[in-house]
C-alpha cells in the first residue's frame, strides 16, 4: 500500500509519526507510553495492567465506561489497549468518515479518566479473569518463567495473580500520574492524512492536557545471564513435553544481522520444507515447531521451542543440533538463500496491504527505540543479506554462552539433563 511517512516533534515532548496512505477508507491510531510493568514495584507488578484496562472507561466527558465504550463504537470503531513489560499502547481504528470525533474521544480518555472506586472493583476482577485465562497457556507460562529466570523484568501469570491485592486504587492514579506526560508520549497515526488533517492532529497534540513531565522514561538495563540447570515447571495433567532453548548475545542486534538471523531461522523452521520443522515431520516426530529472534535494548535473542511427545524429543533435538551445526559451517546452498529471501519477500508485500498493516511496519520499531523503518527499502535490505552475515550471525548469538533450557510437563531430571546435554555441544563451536 502506497504511503509516506512524516515525523513531528512538539515542543511540548510528544513525538510522532503520520502516515499518509492516499484514499484510505480507515484510519488507525496509536498512543504509546512507556509505563509499564517494570516502572512499579514488584509487589505491586499488576498496577500498570489494571491501569490499562480502567483507563479506556469512565472519563470527564462519559463518567461511565459501558457508555464510553458504547459512544466509540456506535459506528463500528474498534479500541483496544494492551500493556507490558515496557509500554502501554492505547489503539484504536474506524471509518475515515467520523476519524475526528473517535480521535478526541481516544484523547478524552488518555487525558480525564476519572479512575472510579466501583470501575476499579470491576476492572480489579477482569483482570484476574484474564490471568487466570492466561496461566492455562503453557508456552506462555514456560516463557515467561524463563525470562525471568534469564533476568528481564517479567513476572509469570501465577505470580501476578498473587500480588494483584497488593495494588490499590491510589496506586493507579499515581501511575498514572507518574507516566502519563506529553514528553513521555509518542503516536503513530495512518490513514488520509492530507494536510489540512495533519494540521488537525498536530493541533489537537499540541493543546493535549497532559503535563510536559521530564522526558521519555529509559528503558531498564537487563543483562541476560545464563541458566546451569534445566528450567522445569512439573505439570502431571500434560501429556507431552513443552520446551524452549535461548540462546542469547549481550549486546543489541544491528539491522543486517537482524535480517540474516531472521533469514536463516525461517530457513530452520517457518515452513512445512524447513531444515529442522521439515525434517522433524518427515519423520513424524513433531507436528509444529517455532522460533524467533528478538532484540532489547541490551541483547539480542534466538529462541526454539516445540510441544512433543517425550520418547520424540530426543530425535528432534538431534535434528535441530545437526542443522543448527551445518549453518555454522557454512553448508547452505545458494539456492536455499535466494528461495529464503523469496518468501521473505513475499511476507513483506503481504504485511503492507491494509492501513494497519501499514502503521505495524512503523510502529514496534518507533516506539521501541525511536528509530524510523524504511519500508521501502525492505527489499533491499533482504537482498543484501548473504551467506556470509547468516554464518557469522548465526555463530555470534552462540559465541557467549549465554543459554538456557525450559521445559514443562511430566518427565525425570535425568531426561533434563540428557536434553540439556544434547544442546550444549552448539556453544562450543
Known sequence: MKHSVTEITLENGISGLLIHVPDASVMTLECNFRAGEYLVEPE??????????MLLGANELIPKARAFQAEFEKNGAYSNASTGSYDIIYEAECADFEWDRVFGLLLTAITKPLFLPEEFDAEFGNVREELTARSNNH???????????????VKTDQERLKLMHNASLKDITAH????????????????????????????LLESIELPKGKGRFQLPEEIPRSINNPLHIQNDT?????????????????????????????MLTETLYSRILGTAREKGLVYGMSSGVSRAEHSG?????????????PALFDIMVHELSQVFAGKISADDIKAAKQYALGRYQRSGQTVAGVANGYSYRYFFDGVINDYYAEPERIEAITKQGIVETSKLLFSENIWGIGTLGNVSESFLNDLQSKAAPLWKK
Open 44 to 53: 505491586k507488578w499488576e498496577t500498570a495492567h489494571i491501569m490499562e484496562h
Open 301 to 313: 535473542n534466538w529462541w526454539f521451542g516445540a510441544q512433543v511427545m517425550p520418547q520424540n524429543a
Open 176 to 203: 498514572y500520574k507518574k507516566t502519563h506526560t506529553s514528553s513521555n508520549m509518542r503516536f503513530v497515526i495512518a490513514g488520509n492524512l492530507y494536510a489540512s488533517r495533519r494540521n488537525i492532529i498536530t493541533r
Open 139 to 153: 508456552f506462555r507460562h514456560l516463557n515467561l518463567a524463563l525470562r525471568e529466570q534469564y533476568g528481564f523484568c
Open 238 to 266: 500434560v501429556d507431552n513435553l513443552y520446551f524452549y532453548v535461548d540462546t542469547f548475545v549481550s549486546r543489541k542486534l544491528t539491522d543486517a544481522q537482524y535480517d540474516n538471523l531472521s533469514l536463516i531461522n525461517s
